[in-house]
Each structure stands twice: as C-alpha cells, then as structure tokens.
C-alpha cells in the first residue's frame, strides 16, 4: 500500500516537473525610453532640391538684396514672357524674399574695359579682390565661344575654358560666378545632345585647370523643356545665385555649394537682375 503510495507521488513529481520545464518565459516589458538602434542609411544627393516655396523658411546665408527689372505677369504676354513693347518696372527684394518694393531707377552695371567685338552674354563678374573679372562669350569672328578672364592690371584677356570642353553642341556658360574665395569659378551650362538636355553647374580654378560638375537642376528644369535660366546675378559673398526662368514667372535663390534652391517670388517676369555693388547708381 505504501508502496503504491510511493508510486503515485513520485509520477506526480515527474508530471510537475516537466511542467515547469515547457512554461513560456515571460515578454520582457521595455521602458519608455529604450530605443532600438539602426543603421541610418545616408544617400548623396545626385541633384539640387527644393527648400521652400512660396514662404521662405529661415536661411541661414547672410541676407542680400537683389534688384530686378522686370513686370507682373498680369501686365506681359501669355506664359509670362517679357518682349518689346512690355512694361517696364525696377524693383527690389531681399534674398529671403522680404521686403519687395518699387524701385525709381536701375542703372547700368560697371564693367571693365574689353577687347572690340567680344560681346559678353551677361555681366562680366569681378574677382573678390577685384585684379580679374570673368565672363562668358557667344562666339563673335575670331572670338571662339567660350569663358574668359581679363586680368584688371594688364587688361589681358584668355581664353579661360571652350564650350567645346564640355560638350560639341553649344552651350551657353551663364550666369558665372566666383568662389568666395576667389580660387575658382562656378557656371552654369545648358545644352542639348540629341534628346538629352542638361542643365548642370561646373567649376574650373582661375588657372583654368580642375574642371568639374558640381550638381544639376534637373528637378526644375525637366517639367518644361524651354525653361532656362535667362537671368541671373552673385550676391556680394558668391555663395548664393539669384536667377530667373524663361516664361517662368518666378525668381530662386541657389547655394553654389549644396546645390539647393528656395523659391522667394511668383508671378513677375524678370529679364535683368544685378546688385548694388554691380552697379554705378541706383536711386531707390
């Protein structure tokens, strides 16, 4: 009897043991405050992007002013496009996109003395320093298409940089500006190669070695083939381009190093932009 007893217990054992072994462990509870660490996977940017649009969000670029010579869409012909016989006004607006207001006058920019027949597209851009100015040319009799650099002293020109290093279609190498520090030049390019256009910003040292692309504006450009920059001026410091579209209507802020552009105006067709130290007199 006792021995059967015995049996009994030790198979109850066996059976509570084995019970014990096959339990799940508990779910741990984690604290609001543990986190679970991963990899942030960092992608180059391949092309500019847009920072703000219609209210500019704070930029931290020292703010510029732009002047601008130009007219509400309202007032020009269809796809806001400027022409002979459109009016005329003069404005002013900062880079951050304040302060917009009419100006009297815009007077012309200073520019160095140049050799006859060289024709710059643009306004020949100074050096930080002031000892060169660079500018781009389309082409004239004798005078090859191209980028140039006029040393201020001597008003020696040369040939900085062929449209034809870049591509065998024309281009045009417009707007131009230099790097802050005055080593290099920053440009921009737009020209078609069969079906494929590009729209690309390059640099080239003031020696004319080290050319390269720095980024694009395909983000912008690509949703109307006709778009390209038709106006365009350096703010003071060179690390910003202020720059309009054709039939576009609007006016962008690009930084010349990251590539990233903001929208600060609409609805104006703007045909010449410069700034105060371009130019000889402006009565506002």
């Known amino acids: 009897m006792n021995q059967s007893r015995l049996v009994v217990m030790l198979i109850a054992l066996m059976l509570v043991g084995t019970a014990c072994q096959t339990r799940p462990?508990?779910?741990?509870?984690?604290?609001?405050?543990?986190?679970?660490?991963?990899?942030?996977?960092?992608?180059?940017?391949?092309?500019?992007?847009?920072?703000?649009?219609?209210t500019p969000t704070p930029n931290p670029a020292p703010v510029w002013q732009i002047l601008f010579a130009g007219a509400p869409c309202k007032e020009l012909v269809a796809k806001c496009m400027t022409s002979m016989g459109s009016p005329t006004y003069y404005y002013s607006i900062n880079s951050d996109g304040s302060e917009l207001r009419q100006i009297k006058t815009l007077s012309e920019p200073v520019t160095p003395p140049l050799p006859p027949h060289t024709s710059p597209f643009g306004v020949p851009q100074p050096s930080p320093d002031r000892s060169s100015w660079v500018y781009y040319t389309n082409g004239a009799p004798d005078v090859p298409r191209g980028l140039y650099l006029l040393d201020a002293a001597s008003e020696k020109v040369n040939l900085l940089l062929s449209s034809k290093a870049i591509s065998r279609s024309p281009g045009f190498f417009y707007p131009v500006c230099w790097s802050p520090e005055g080593t290099a030049i920053k440009f921009y390019v737009r020209f078609q190669e069969g079906q494929q256009r590009r729209d690309t910003f390059y640099s080239i040292d003031r020696n004319g070695q080290n050319l390269k692309a720095l980024f694009t504006l395909t983000d912008?450009?690509?949703?109307?083939?006709?778009?390209?920059?038709?106006a365009g001026t350096c703010s003071p410091d060179n690390r910003e381009l202020a720059f309009s579209l054709d039939q576009n209507g609007k006016l962008y802020i690009l930084d010349l190093d990251s590539g990233q552009w903001r929208q600060i105006l609409t609805d104006y067709g703007v045909y010449r932009l410069t700034t105060k130290d371009l130019i000889a007199d402006s009565r506002q």
Do not use: D, F, Y
Not at 27 to 45: Q, Y
């Open 220 to 230: 912008l450009m690509s949703s109307q083939a006709e778009w390209a920059i038709n």
């Open 25 to 54: 462990e508990p779910i741990p509870v984690l604290s609001p405050t543990t986190t679970i660490a991963r990899p942030i996977a960092v992608v180059p940017t391949a092309k500019s992007t847009m920072t703000s649009t219609l």
